[in-house]
């Protein structure tokens, strides 16, 4: 893909979108910056780009003649229905995103595809951990936080790409092909982007809308809306499962084995010698040993990172201890359906702290399940009111409303006694008072290891 001299549109400046400019000037391409946001608040990234010598940049408001644009490249935060993005496809200008843009330039590395509502990230993580430890060439990256575009210039066709995909990003695939593409699971997310689930699940499924007979789709066959998709792939299409004893895939048997039966029936190992705890993260397992075994990945590895992986930072990260008061920090619980997979984790009563940015979420499965342990809710952010509400009407009895995060966790402290659980597991974005989920949640622990 040659793009030297051509006008590209660089759409947002986010992370990938820095990283994104300084490999359109090695190219060099001509590259016209646009962000809604001003010159005043981009100015620490702008002082990063300060030695980008073939940028141009429109701050404050989108660009009214793209007469001259060859290609749009669009950060996955601008929604692709926005007036301006409208226009650029009316006068039939392609519009992609960094995925995509790295797929075209990159030099033929093996993509490991991994998407769904919940448990991308820690899924990820495992798959990368296990190629690494069999000695892949192996790269982390995607909406985990490491831009694809950074690995376009070090990678190879033996290369490894496990890559997180949200469905942002995959809104925008137009060639991208993964070598093994995995759904884990669909919840109602980003409802005020998608506006239905339908739109919602589409975007996902464009993970596999390129593979061929070559390939492999790994589905959670135990979710009906991502086990319906089987008849669209074309890809080899291998279940796991935990509920179900399948008669091809990954599942566990009547002895709690996890088992894999694709070429031939292999006993892997039993659950309880799984380091991560929960059944949703028995789904992620069975999830990454398909990815695994599929790739070639050496049985022994596979089962010494199965035992010894720990949670990623942000997803049910233990933080300390204090008065025997746990404190738990699940700040990538981001939808209800993630943080009712961090409450059923736990036994123990929990003080839950919630709330943020508004993504038209339902609340109320979450809290009918909450009242088996969650003693109190502590709540902020843009919902607040929203949960309130729904918790008043399901009969919560201790409900503190705080500014803060330090509120949060002082409040929870005083509510808390021995033997419970502090956990912040919002159940929202943090785009209301926090740039992302991880600052949010090393604000927590912050605050966490202040207390005396």
């Known amino acids: 893909m040659n793009l030297k001299n051509k006008n590209i549109l660089l759409v947002g400046l986010a992370k990938t979108g820095v990283s994104t400019i300084k490999l359109l000037d090695k190219l060099e391409a001509n ?22 010598k073939r940028a141009q940049y429109i701050l404050g408001y989108h660009p009214e003649n793209v007469d001259h644009i060859d290609l749009a490249v669009v950060s996955p935060g601008v ?32 993509f490991v595809g991994i998407t769904g509502t919940n448990g991308k990230t820690t899924t990820t993580s495992l798959v990368g951990e296990i190629f690494k430890a069999n000695k892949k060439d192996t790269y982390i990256v995607g909406n985990i936080g490491n831009p694809v575009i950074d690995t376009v210039e070090t990678t190879d066709e033996n290369s490894y790409l496990v890559t997180e995909l949200s469905s942002f ?10 070598r093994v593409a995995s759904i884990l699971n669909f919840s109602p997310d980003h409802l005020n982007r998608h506006h239905t689930m339908e739109n919602y699940i589409a975007a996902k499924a464009n993970i596999f809308k390129n593979q061929d007979e070559n390939d492999f789709a790994i589905l959670n066959y135990d979710d009906e809306q991502v086990r319906q998709l089987s008849s669209k792939c074309r890809a080899k299409v291998i279940f796991f499962s935990r ?19 694709i070429d031939e029936k292999i006993v892997l ?50 933080v300390r201890t204090l008065n025997d008061i746990k404190f738990v920090n699940d700040s990538k619980g981001t939808n209800p359906d993630s943080t009712i997979k961090a409450i059923t984790s736990y036994e123990n009563p929990i003080i839950l702290i919630a709330g943020g940015y508004n993504k038209e979420s339902d609340f109320n499965e ?24 729904c918790a008043k009407e399901k009969d919560y009895k201790t409900i503190i409303r705080v500014d803060n995060m330090k509120e949060a966790v002082e409040a929870s ?9 502090i956990l912040l597991s919002p159940a929202c974005a943090s785009w209301d008072m926090y740039k992302s989920f991880e600052v949010r949640g090393c604000d927590f622990k912050d605050n966490v290891n202040n207390l005396k």
């Not at 010894?308 to 049910?316: C, D, I, N």
């Open 31 to 52: 590259i016209i910056v646009n962000d809604i946001k001003d010159e005043e608040k981009l100015k620490d990234i702008l002082e990063e780009l300060k030695d980008i």
């Open 79 to 110: 929604p692709l229905d926005l007036p301006f993005i409208l226009k650029l496809k009316k006068e039939n200008i392609e519009i992609i995103g960094e995925v995509e843009l790295a797929y075209r330039l990159s030099n033929n590395p093996i």
């Open 169 to 178: 990003q995959l809104e925008s695939i137009v060639d991208f092909k993964p």
């Open 243 to 261: 509920k179900e004893k399948l008669e091809k895939g990954v599942y566990l048997d009547e002895n709690n084995n996890i088992v894999i039966d």
């Open 269 to 318: 190992l039993n659950k309880k010698e799984l380091s991560l705890p929960g059944s949703h993260n028995l789904e992620n397992c069975m999830a990454a040993i398909a990815m695994s075994y599929v790739s070639n990945v050496e049985l022994e590895t596979l089962k010494y990172v199965l035992r010894t992986f720990k949670a990623v930072e942000h997803r049910l990260e233990y």
């Open 366 to 389: 979450l809290l009918e399940i909450g009242k088996e342990n969650v003693k109190a809710l502590v709540l902020m952010g843009e919902t607040a009111n929203i949960i309130e509400k």
């Open 413 to 421: 402290y005083n509510l808390a006694k021995s033997g419970d659980v």
